[in-house]
C-alpha cells in the first residue's frame, strides 16, 4: 500500500505489492440505495474476503466465533470533494462502503521517507486506503467503494506496522458465499470458515460479518505516527 507522496497518478497502481486493475468487477455500486449497516450504531461490519488472497490460504485465521485483529481497509472505486462538516462511515451486507472523512499519511518505516499509506480518518476510526479503483486525492473527501482485509496489512508487516493505529479487535460473526450475478450478490451459503484454496472460485463473492471487540488501537514499537499529509 506504500507509494511516493506525488508520484502516484499511473492508471495501475500497487498497492501492498499487488496490482487491481478491474475495479468495477470487485465494487457492486447501486446508486440510491442506502447502506444498511452504521458501524457506531452497533459495532458490527462487512468486508469482503478476496478470492486470490483466498486461493492462497492468506485469511484462513477468518474462521466464525474466532477472535481476529485487523484493519479493515477501502478498495476506493470512486470519490468527491466533500462540502459537509460532518463524518460518517456506512457499509451495507456485501462489504459496499462509503464515508465522509480526511485523508491522513502513516510513513513505512525502514522505507523512504517520501513512501507512505494514504488512510481515511472518519470521526477518530481509521481505515487504510486502496486507492487501486480510483485517482489518489488529498483532503476531505467522500469515498465509496468497498471494505476488504488485505493480509499484507497484518500485524508484523512492514505495511502493516504503519497502519497499526487502525487495527482493532473483533469477533467474526458469521462469513457467506454469495453466487456473482449481474446485479447484485445472490443465493447467500454461510460457512463455518473460509473455503479451502482448491474450492475458490471467482465466480463467487465472499464476505464475513465482523463484531468489534476492543476499540482500543493496538500499540507497536517503533511505530511511525499517522498524521495529515503534506500539502
Known amino acids: 500500500m506504500a507509494k511516493p507522496a506525488r508520484a502516484r497518478r499511473g492508471k495501475d497502481r500497487t498497492v501492498a505489492g499487488r496490482h487491481h486493475e478491474q475495479g468495477d468487477d470487485f465494487v457492486r455500486r447501486t446508486l440510491g440505495r442506502r447502506a444498511l449497516r452504521e458501524e457506531r450504531w452497533d459495532g458490527e461490519l462487512t468486508v469482503q474476503l478476496l478470492p486470490h488472497h483466498l486461493a492462497a490460504g492468506e485469511l484462513s485465521m477468518v474462521v466464525v466465533a474466532r477472535e481476529i485483529e485487523v484493519a479493515p481497509a477501502i478498495y476506493a472505486a470512486g470519490h468527491l470533494p466533500t462540502l459537509s462538516d460532518g463524518e460518517v462511515w456506512k457499509v451495507d451486507e456485501f462489504g459496499c462502503f462509503d464515508a465522509r472523512g480526511a485523508v491522513l499519511a502513516a510513513p513505512v518505516a525502514g522505507a523512504s521517507s517520501t513512501c ?116
Not at 487501486?132 to 500485524?155: I, M, N, S, T
Not at 451459503?189 to 464475513?208: G, H, K, M, N, Q
Open 116 to 231: 507512505r499509506v494514504d488512510v481515511l480518518d472518519v470521526d477518530g476510526r481509521l481505515f487504510p486506503l486502496n486507492w487501486a479503483g480510483a485517482e489518489p486525492a488529498d483532503g476531505r473527501l467522500w469515498v465509496e467503494g468497498a471494505l476488504y482485509l488485505d493480509p499484507e496489512l497484518a500485524a508484523g508487516t512492514e505495511h502493516g506496522e504503519a497502519v497499526a493505529l487502525c487495527r482493532r479487535r473483533y469477533r467474526v460473526r458469521e462469513i457467506r458465499q454469495y453466487r456473482r450475478t449481474t446485479y447484485r450478490p445472490a443465493d447467500p451459503r454461510r460457512l463455518e470458515a473460509v473455503p479451502l484454496p482448491s474450492a475458490v472460485t471467482d465466480e463467487a463473492v465472499y464476505v464475513a460479518d465482523l463484531q468489534l471487540v476492543d476499540d482500543t488501537a493496538p500499540t507497536s514499537v517503533g511505530r511511525e505516527v499517522v498524521g495529515q499529509r503534506p500539502g
